[in-house]
């Protein structure tokens, strides 16, 4: 069986690095990706995704619905408040990840894939729980006892790297920077005004280099 990549496509410039740096690698024709909505997912993020796809020239963009994930920030819970209180970003979502690698899991065997890449960085360690290579050396653990005799993995390339580092990859892959998302609101032009927006604009600054963002 030829090689068959799935990449979970969220828009952002992380997953974008991801996906050139995987058809880098392999023909378009082997490459799928994958977006997840989710419940007040950006309108603006998953237009980015699918354009993303197509400047890639992916074989097939996937897309699948879970509404009933929700940020922390729309968690009315005591336990939301908890982690609120713990200085948890307003954008993390429980469980997120294992949710998300699950479904990729699913789809991929679908698709007959033998990799699912994505695109976290290292800083996305010292923030979220569930991102890291410890959680994803037992996620693939869990992958073997699932799907026996069936040669999957996740893998996460970018989790060496800072965001900075990330975007310069970008730079040097030519990854189509105005056509990635970063803000944390539900429209579809960045707020400016959200850390997503001012990390976005702190890298362009950094990487001195015009930014192509639209801003309300």
């Not at 040669?151 to 580092?165: D, I, M, V, W």
């Amino acid at each position: 069986m030829s090689e068959r990549v799935l990449v979970l496509l969220s828009g952002g410039i992380d997953s974008a690095v991801a996906l050139w740096l995987v058809r880098r690698g392999i023909p378009a024709s082997g490459v799928y990706t994958l977006t997840i909505d989710y419940h007040r997912r950006s309108r603006g993020e998953d237009e980015c995704a699918a354009r993303l796809a197509a400047r890639a020239g992916v074989s097939s963009h996937l897309k699948i619905s879970l509404s009933f994930l929700k940020d922390l920030e729309d968690q009315p819970s005591e336990a939301a408040m908890g982690y609120r209180d713990m200085g948890f970003p307003p954008v993390f979502i429980p469980v997120r990840n294992l949710v998300f690698y699950s479904c990729a899991a699913h789809v991929a065997f679908s698709i007959s894939a033998n990799k699912i890449v994505v695109g976290h960085n290292g800083e996305d360690v010292g923030r979220f729980p569930d991102v890291g290579t410890s959680f994803i050396e037992r996620f693939n653990r869990l992958l073997r006892e699932s799907l026996p005799k069936y040669r999957l993995t996740l893998e996460a390339p970018l989790l060496p790297y800072s965001k900075l580092e990330v975007a310069r990859l970008a730079v040097d892959l030519g990854v189509p920077l105005e056509d990635t998302w970063s803000c944390w609101g539900p429209g579809t032009i960045h707020c400016g005004h959200c850390e997503g927006c001012q990390s976005r604009r702190n890298v362009f600054r950094e990487l001195g280099i015009e930014d192509p963002t639209p801003y309300e």
